[in-house]
């Protein structure tokens, strides 16, 4: 399985509402990342984590809560967004090398479209 | 600061040209190069890397090139179908401590005409 899963693909939410955004790879890949992409943009890191722990956060608003309870999941918890937070939010894993996140290949899933009213 | 950007926004060939899309980067610290390809409603798929300990790496009909006296990193894609036509982005990483971290270029978008 070469692939990385998101759901839900589409999501609509208030500003009062929680939700939550979830991804599931099974490549055996022990770093994940989240990526926020607003229109006609490139990607912007948001957090990464590696052996399941944070170890990047682009001081990203606590609005957004991520979460990897185990080495092929990774959610990412929303609370209290506002409207400028409508984006497509990505995805993606990566191996890990011998000396910490090196630098590997990002595979990525399809993304969640995010719409805040 | 580190940036990676794009010559050319849009670039429109011929089925069958080759195509060139070009990118620079400001950050001499960076040494991993990542070129995706974005289609429409999809997320990025990966094309090729280069380290930068190379100058040239080879794909199926694509060709990655690093200059890092100028800094500037090129996709080559040879014999230009259709289906290639996409949003294509260059990433950097500059390790150390930014592990793990890609910064990604604005974006070329690539038509191809039948």
């Known amino acids: 399985d070469t692939e990385v899963t998101q759901t839900p693909k589409h999501l609509v939410m208030g500003m009062t509402n929680k939700k939550s955004l979830k991804c599931e790879q099974h490549m055996g890949h022990r770093a994940m990342y989240w990526y926020k992409q607003k229109a006609k943009k490139p990607p912007e890191l948001m957090f990464v984590?590696?052996?399941?722990?944070?170890?990047i956060n682009e001081s990203v608003p606590s609005r957004f809560s991520p979460e990897c309870p185990n080495s092929s999941l990774l959610n990412l918890h929303l609370h209290a967004l506002q409207p400028e937070d409508s984006a497509l939010y990505l995805c993606?894993?990566?191996?890990?090398?011998?000396?910490?996140?090196?630098?590997?290949?990002?595979?990525f899933g399809p993304g969640t479209r995010l719409t805040v009213l | 600061g580190e940036s990676v950007g794009l010559h050319l926004p849009t670039l429109s060939v011929q089925e069958g040209d080759n195509s060139i899309i070009n990118c620079a980067y400001s950050n001499s610290a960076s040494d991993y190069f990542i070129w995706y390809k974005q289609e429409s409603g999809k997320g990025p798929q990966f094309i090729i890397d280069i380290r930068s300990n190379m100058d040239k790496r080879q794909g199926q009909r694509v060709t990655v090139l690093l200059n890092k006296t100028v800094k500037h990193l090129s996709l080559q894609i040879a014999a230009t179908q259709p289906g290639d036509s996409a949003v294509y982005f260059c990433?950097?990483?500059?390790?150390?401590?930014?592990?793990?971290?890609?910064?990604f270029g604005q974006g070329t978008i690539l038509t191809v005409h039948p």
């Open positions: 993606a894993s990566s191996q890990v090398g011998l000396a910490g996140l090196e630098n590997n290949e990002q595979f």
């Open positions: 984590y590696s052996y399941e722990k944070l170890s």
């Open positions: 990433a950097e990483n500059a390790g150390g401590t930014s592990y793990g971290k890609l910064t």
